[in-house]
């Protein structure tokens, strides 16, 4: 069974450039959730992706975009990075809504840093 | 905004002793609890979850869970210095399969 992951696992942007990190979920999920984690904080939940639609967001600005392909992999896009978007981006992979009870399959993270 | 609380710690316990972490949510439509265990640098991984009221033992871990009180806890038994990490409390909102984290609860466990 593969597991998620993520690329690139680092990088570096500076303020007002845009980045795109990547996921492919572990065989056999169908929905992928973006997560941002601080330092020192819980994962927020960004937005989740489910047969190739948004079906959830949190509170996060329109600048932070996703997609899901047929493959199920997935991709978020953050347009015009401000300082305070320096954190873990965490894709998780879990069963489809109807067999879902929460629980998350996390890739190893994307350590976005912007200067 | 529903929320899930912990104390962020660190909780500081000598090998062998149990560390006892605890977690408070504020919606009562939740259903199901997570526990996940994060590592310095790492993600989190998932060591437990919880749907019904009282306890679920899994190895070296036990599970608490009280919805009057909107609670949850989790006891590690026989801790050890692997088990320093950070602890996530997780729980979806009620009618959504999505969960919010909390903060998360530091562990240190010294020999």
């Known amino acids: 069974e593969t597991g998620v992951t993520q690329s690139p696992t680092h990088l570096i942007k500076t303020r007002g450039q845009q980045v795109t990190l990547r996921c492919s979920s572990q065989s056999g999920h169908n929905t992928v959730s973006w997560y941002q984690q601080a330092l020192g904080q819980g994962p927020q939940f960004i937005f989740q992706?489910?047969?190739?639609?948004?079906?959830g967001r949190g509170n996060f600005p329109p600048r932070f975009s996703g997609l899901q392909f047929p493959n199920y992999s997935s991709e978020l896009n953050v347009n015009a990075l401000e300082l305070d978007d320096s954190a873990l981006y965490l894709c998780?992979?879990?069963?489809?809504?109807?067999?879902?009870?929460?629980?998350?399959?996390f890739g190893e993270g994307s350590r976005l840093t912007v200067l | 905004q529903k929320e899930v609380e912990q104390n962020s710690g660190p909780l500081s316990v000598p090998e062998g002793a149990i560390a006892s972490l605890n977690c408070t949510y504020s919606d009562r439509g939740s259903q199901s609890f997570f526990w996940y265990r994060q590592y310095s640098g790492k993600s989190p991984e998932l060591i437990m979850s919880i749907y019904s009221n009282g306890d679920k033992e899994d190895g070296r871990f036990t599970a608490q869970l009280n919805k009057a009180s909107q609670y949850v806890s989790l006891l590690i038994r026989d801790s050890q210095p692997s088990d320093s990490a950070t602890y996530l409390c997780?729980?979806?909102?009620?009618?959504?399969?999505?969960?919010?984290f909390g903060r998360g609860t530091s562990l240190i466990v010294h020999p």
């Open positions: 992706y489910y047969r190739e639609e948004e079906n």
């Open positions: 998780a992979s879990s069963h489809p809504p109807g067999q879902n009870t929460g629980e998350l399959f």
């Open positions: 997780a729980a979806p909102n009620g009618g959504s399969y999505i969960p919010t």
